[in-house]
């Protein structure tokens, strides 16, 4: 898949975006705004746009680190706990810390995140059958017991109402003023970027790495922060979207390869792309009424991961 194809993809779904909404908005209107349209605009339709960019291109890059570096296809935030400690982390910085700012709550977030992964990928070390199936069910059980704790503390302390909120990704609240802590995301895509190389020896394994000068631990310690600061501060400032990190970085891969380089740039662009084609199905099947990313994604998404199984047993992958 060409790189224009996706940018003309990506340009395309973002100006249906800005126009699809129950206020009325046209791109006739663009150079003729009322006050009103004006506040729509800039205050709902063009934050909303950036927040899912943003979001479906970081957890796609995520996704992507947390395969590279465990050497399995089946693995990204959702499978691997990230999420779920994330979850975890938010509720806490919400018991401990009640007038808690935003940037509080995603360093807690992140902390938990971070220590979420790294005890998933010291599990994957102590692990000899690392079937590619077996693994990623590792990780749903991890976080599923992550998750089980946050659900007691949460009916605990009466707050299981706001944890709810953080299991359901959502755009239709994002607004200007409430979303810009994604925008810690961009400078670690970059850094991402600059790192790719590395990660993509350091996914050969521990041994390979070290022959050819390269300090293993450093490098996966860096995707592990990545992976753990870009989740939090998604999951705070949107919520949980389900499978994305993980069949996006496989759809890629099937046709561009392993090399991360080489994959990055296609794997951001396709997953902004993927997440506002289900935005905008999600805004315009009952409309005027709106259907949650997260359902929209994950429908969509499994029926794709479902795919992905049957494409590796039929090709012995």
Known sequence: MKIRYLILALVVL????????????????????????QQVLLVSRIPRLFSIIIAGMSMSIVGLIMQ???????VSPTTAGTLDSARLGIL?????????????????????????TFIFMKILEKIK???????????????????????FFAYQNDLIQNMSSWMQ??????????YELMFVSVPLLFLAYFYANKFTIAGMGEDFSKNLGLNYR???????????????????????????????PNIVTIYQGDHLKKTLLHTALLGAVFVMFCDVIGRVIIY??????????????????????????????
Do not use: C, H
């Open 129 to 151: 059958f690392k079937d590619a199936i077996f693994i990623p069910l590792i990780g749903l059980m991890f976080g599923n017991i992550i998750s089980s704790i946050s659900t």
């Open 92 to 116: 806490v910085s919400m018991m401990i810390f009640t007038a808690a700012s935003p940037l509080q709550k995603m360093f807690v977030s992140f902390i938990f995140a971070l220590l979420g």
């Open 288 to 317: 005027p009424y709106e259907i949650p990313i997260s359902l929209t994604v994950g429908v969509i998404g499994s029926g794709i991961f479902i795919y992905l199984l049957l494409r590796r047993k039929k090709y012995g992958l």
């Open 68 to 74: 590279q570096l465990s050497r399995n296809k089946f």
């Open 14 to 37: 973002s100006g249906s975006s800005v126009f699809i909404g129950v206020s009325d908005l046209s791109p006739l209107d663009i150079f003729n705004l009322t006050e009103a349209q």
């Open 169 to 178: 990704g959502d755009f239709s609240m994002i607004m200007s003023g409430n």
């Open 218 to 248: 450093q490098v996966v310690n860096l995707g592990l922060v990545i992976s753990a600061l870009v989740t939090a501060s998604v999951v705070l400032s949107v919520g949980v979207i389900p499978f994305l990190g993980l069949i996006i």
